[in-house]
């Protein structure tokens, strides 16, 4: 796995403990496809970074002092954002307001800092790929935030009549929080179809990743929490 035109995956790592990221910089120089071009010990230093340098993704956690890490995520990949960094965002909170704020700022990934270094290294490198990245307790407790919270009136999107079947069950799967794998397994197709699937359905909503296509599915009522 490699990043933009071949070359080596580029991190911006932004954490407000040095020691913190001074590990997560051991983990991740070590492996021969990724480069951590810089360090950030708040948010406002990892968004300067992040627009001078480019990066294909920035590790980002989600509190810290001067600029939190929700605010620079916003900044970096908001709606709105014309030229948008991927981020992937580390905390030790497992808290439900959190995980919803980041993604709805436009986080490509949410995972736990208990996380082991090798689902590090493989997170870094889906978001990197263009894919969204989501721990799976994470994904359970999104669903349970929405169960929680009253529906908005959001209207469903006109691309939403153009789904054919088969791709509504691959959304009804990917806001269950299945994995590409699983979901190839639970209709008996091939994984690649599955792919193929999954990028119809966000190019027919305007999504820019699944991430958002499992919130709009919750949003709009296509989906409703605890359902099978």
Do not use: C, W
Request: proline share 4%; glycine share 8%.
């Amino acid at each position: 796995m490699t990043g933009r035109d071949g070359m080596s995956i580029r991190v911006v790592v932004a954490d407000d403990q040095e020691l913190v990221r001074a590990g997560f910089q051991m983990i991740l120089s070590a492996q021969p496809d990724i480069e951590v071009v810089a360090e950030a010990a708040d948010g406002a230093q990892a968004v300067d970074a992040a627009r001078r340098l480019r990066p294909d993704v920035v590790l980002m956690d989600v509190r810290m002092p001067r600029m939190d890490g929700l605010e620079a995520t916003r900044r970096l990949a908001g709606p709105g954002v014309t030229s948008p960094v991927k981020v992937l965002m580390l905390t030790t909170f497992d808290l439900d307001d959190y995980v919803y704020e980041a993604l709805r700022a436009g986080a490509s990934g949410f995972l736990l800092k208990d996380l082991r270094r090798d689902d590090l290294v493989n997170a870094v490198r889906v978001v990197a790929s263009g894919e969204a990245l989501l721990a799976p307790s994470v994904t359970r407790r999104l669903i349970g935030e929405f169960a929680r919270r009253p529906r908005p009136a959001q209207t469903a999107p006109a691309g939403l009549a153009a789904l054919t079947a088969r791709e509504r069950e691959v959304l009804h799967l990917m806001a269950r929080g299945r994995s590409n794998a699983e979901i190839a397994a639970d209709l008996v197709i091939g994984e690649q179809t599955v792919k193929t699937h999954v990028s119809n359905i966000l190019a027919k909503l305007y999504l820019r990743d699944r991430i958002h296509a499992v919130i709009l599915a919750y949003e709009t009522g296509l989906i409703e929490p605890g359902t099978r």
